[in-house]
């Protein structure tokens, strides 16, 4: 079977998140336990314990997605003989260089807890806000962007997951005035997002030093298989453009619509494998390119499904 990876992005996290796994698979339990030495903290028991308010605190529940996401991955590696690309949603792209061994789970680990502390300082020195957008194309989410967008505020498509779903990121005010310009262009739902900033947006400028600082000491590889870049939709093969373009996807707008386009191109006939908690990137995918086969791997029961 030739597949493409797909692992999931914040917002996927829940208490109790792959205790299920831990608990059938000692591959899986290796992983959390390596992860949480490698943070010095017990993610693993937030992660199966909660509370969820610790869990869904941004440095906690980004590193435990991936961490969710590499025990999945550590579990089903072997079986999955024709991998023939990756690509993550946010987050998850660092899940993604996991599985094209670009580095180690502990390493990914650590840079997505950093991620995660840098993106809640810039939110807390610039607050932000995010709205997902229902039922409008996205060429008109962008275009009610600009408009809604001054000197002093801005809003951008942050977002692009499917070619009805556009999540906007930016100042509050430009948020909603480009969340008014969206519904009088015909959208179906406006929805605003409990975050802890502007993600994926201009606002997150502060961040990118900080993640660049990280990425440079971190050990990578070249990605064994090609991984599909957030912030280009394209195919990285180098550990530079690997780095490079990790930093570029904060305050640029998740290509995800982009992504799977990309994949569908370069792997004709692929079965796409949502690796990890959830199955939200399967439901985007069936969006995307109608038609397409999509298997979750997110529980200890699918996994056991899968491998049998």
């Avoid at 994926?200 to 070249?222: C, I, K, Q």
């Avoid at 290509?255 to 386009?261: N, T």
């Amino acid at each position: 079977m030739v597949s493409v990876l797909m692992c999931p992005g914040q917002g996927a996290q829940r208490v109790g998140m792959g205790k299920d796994l831990g608990q059938r698979f000692p591959a899986a339990r290796e992983t959390f336990e390596a992860i949480d030495d490698a943070l010095g903290v017990p993610l693993s028991r937030v992660m199966w314990e909660g509370p969820e308010e610790e869990l869904t605190l941004t440095h906690n529940a980004q590193p435990a997605i991936l961490a969710h996401t590499a025990a999945v991955w550590a579990v089903v590696r072997e079986r999955v003989t024709g991998l023939a690309a990756a690509a993550g949603h946010s987050l998850g792209e660092f899940s993604a260089h996991v599985a094209a061994d670009t580095m180690a789970p502990a390493t990914a680990a650590r840079l997505v807890r950093r991620r995660g502390e840098l993106m809640y300082a810039a939110g807390q020195a610039r607050p932000g806000t995010m709205a997902a957008i229902l039922g409008l194309p996205t060429e008109a989410v962008e275009a009610a962007c600009r408009e809604a967008s001054g000197a002093d505020q801005v809003v951008v498509a942050a977002n692009i997951n499917a070619p009805d779903q556009t999540v906007i990121s930016g100042d509050p005010d430009a948020v909603n005035r480009a969340g008014d310009a969206c519904k009088a262009r015909g959208a179906k739902r406006v929805v605003p997002l409990k975050v802890s900033g502007a993600f994926h947006s201009p606002l997150m400028a502060p961040a990118v030093e900080g993640l660049n600082v990280a990425l440079a000491s971190a050990d990578f590889r070249d990605p064994r298989v090609p991984v599909l870049a957030n912030a280009s939709a394209a195919a990285v093969r180098s550990a530079a453009d690997a780095k490079r373009l990790l930093a570029e996807q904060l305050i640029s707008p998740v290509r995800w619509v982009g992504c799977m386009q990309a994949a569908a191109k370069m792997v004709p006939g692929a079965t796409f494998l949502e690796v990890g908690p959830g199955n939200v990137l399967s439901g985007l995918l069936r969006r995307i390119i109608p038609g397409a086969a999509a298997i979750a791997l997110g529980t200890a029961a699918e996994v056991e499904k899968f491998l049998a």
